[in-house]
């Protein structure tokens, strides 16, 4: 059996603190020399403007290990938004990252040779949250950053957990009620 991590993938969702600061990664994981690899360079290559794709970095000078990038679900076109993704944000991914390294979630002898993409939720309306407390959003994205990890080493939710739970559950934004009207 081989030790490598070609592609894995998870997601998750924390929310819990005020309005706008819920966190919602979605990742994926994988050698360097591999898909993963690919598409990390070339995401890092190929800038759009709103959405620009920044390594995790604990501080400036300071990048993860593995190797993270950061990409925004929101267009960000705003100098706020733009202040809280890439500081309280991309700072709790950063940590998020180490502190899958530190539980294990990704093997510590690795953490050179794998990559992460990962796809970053932050409310838009952040921008319109007054005293915003930051240690709050801090805590939510580091915890949905770990998260996420977790599920994609993982393999979760498995196959068999899917099957025998898809008729019992109902997305949170499905749009027709029980009664079958829109």
């Given at each position: 059996?081989?030790?490598?991590?070609?592609?894995?993938?998870?997601?998750?969702?924390?929310?819990?603190?005020?309005?706008?600061?819920?966190?919602?990664?979605?990742?994926?994981?994988?050698?360097?020399?591999?898909?993963?690899?690919?598409?990390?360079?070339?995401?890092?290559?190929?800038?759009?403007?709103?959405?620009?794709?920044?390594?995790?970095?604990?501080?400036?000078?300071?990048?993860?290990?593995?190797?993270?990038?950061?990409?925004?679900?929101?267009?960000?076109?705003?100098?706020?938004?733009?202040?809280?993704?890439?500081?309280?944000?991309?700072?709790?991914?950063?940590?998020?990252?180490?502190?899958?390294?530190?539980?294990?979630?990704?093997?510590?002898?690795?953490?050179?040779?794998?990559?992460?993409i990962c796809s970053v939720w932050l409310a838009p309306t952040i921008v319109d949250v007054e005293n915003l407390d930051h240690?709050?959003?801090?805590?939510?994205?580091?915890?949905?950053?770990?998260?996420?990890?977790?599920?994609?080493?993982?393999?979760?939710?498995?196959?068999?957990?899917?099957?025998?739970?898809?008729?019992k559950i109902t997305h949170k934004y499905y749009q027709m009620g029980l009664d079958g009207k829109v």
């Amino acid at each position: 059996m081989s030790n490598r991590i070609v592609l894995r993938a998870g997601e998750a969702l924390v929310a819990g603190g005020p309005p706008g600061t819920a966190a919602e990664p979605e990742v994926v994981i994988g050698e360097l020399d591999g898909p993963v690899g690919t598409a990390l360079a070339t995401l890092t290559g190929d800038q759009v403007k709103g959405h620009t794709r920044v390594f995790a970095l604990l501080n400036t000078d300071i990048m993860v290990r593995p190797v993270t990038l950061c990409v925004s679900k929101v267009t960000v076109d705003n100098p706020r938004y733009t202040n809280i993704l890439m500081g309280t944000v991309q700072f709790a991914i950063a940590n998020g990252v180490l502190d899958a390294v530190r539980a294990g979630y990704i093997p510590k002898d690795k953490a050179n040779d794998l990559g992460i993409i990962c796809s970053v939720w932050l409310a838009p309306t952040i921008v319109d949250v007054e005293n915003l407390d930051h240690k709050v959003l801090f805590d939510i994205h580091r915890k949905g950053m770990l998260e996420a990890i977790r599920k994609a080493m993982a393999s979760e939710p498995s196959i068999d957990w899917l099957l025998e739970n898809q008729e019992k559950i109902t997305h949170k934004y499905y749009q027709m009620g029980l009664d079958g009207k829109v």
